[in-house]
């Protein structure tokens, strides 16, 4: 199985701010990397698949980037709604295995 | 509008059957592939599985073959998530989600199945 890791593991931050996050492969998945959203209680939502390419309907201040191995997600001017939890995922070999996660939280 | 609506919280003891299902609309069906998802509580989400509707395909993770069956009905545009023995650690939320393909990712989630296994 391919391994996926994040950091940081939390995010302390304040609207506003611009955060990154980065997600690493165990080895190359090219760029089929996805990242999700999901707030407490709440289904995942896609935000970013093939690296960088923004789901339909996602605000204009997440940007995904990467390829390989190292990939980011960046939330640039960081809104009240964005405090929640961001996976990462790879689509590149079976099974698809998701990141631990990265929580965003309150500074 | 296309969603994913899912069967309701379950509450079993060990040893014990379920299924849990997903039922799509507002979309066609087959064209899709749905992954099942699972999330214990306070932890990450999990890959189980996934299933293409068109000719019922379907890939598990190592993790979770022989432990789960899925399965889907064209006719009905329903997934299932299925066990034949409920362990304690099955307690969890599961997600099913759609996905036009691995590239895409899923972009369609239904709203999660609790299940509780408790003696």
């Known amino acids: 199985d391919i391994q996926m890791t994040q950091s940081p593991s939390t995010l302390s931050a304040s609207v506003g701010d611009r955060v990154t996050i980065t997600c690493r492969a165990s080895q190359s998945v090219s760029t089929y990397l996805i990242w999700y959203q999901q707030r407490p209680g709440k289904a995942p939502k896609l935000l970013i698949y093939?690296?960088?390419s923004l789901q339909s309907g996602v605000p204009s201040r997440f940007s995904g980037g990467g390829s390989g191995t190292d990939f980011t997600l960046t939330i640039s001017d960081l809104q009240p709604e964005d405090f929640a939890t961001y996976f990462c995922q790879q689509t590149y070999t079976v099974p698809y295995t998701f990141g631990p996660g990265t929580s965003v939280d309150v500074k | 509008e296309a969603q994913l609506v899912q069967s309701g919280a379950e509450v079993k003891k060990p040893g014990q059957s379920l299924r849990i299902s997903c039922k799509g609309s507002g979309f066609r069906f087959p064209t899709y592939w749905i992954a099942w998802v699972r999330q214990m509580p306070g932890k990450g989400l999990e890959w189980m599985g996934i299933i293409y509707l068109d000719d019922s395909d379907t890939k598990y993770s190592p993790s979770f073959q022989g432990q789960v069956s899925i399965s889907a009905d064209r006719s009905t545009s329903t997934a299932f998530l299925q066990w034949r023995s409920l362990k304690t650690s099955d307690t969890a939320i599961y997600y099913c989600a759609r996905s036009p393909s691995a590239f895409y990712g899923m972009d369609l989630w239904g709203q999660g199945t609790a299940v509780t296994v408790s003696s």
């Open positions: 093939d690296a960088s």
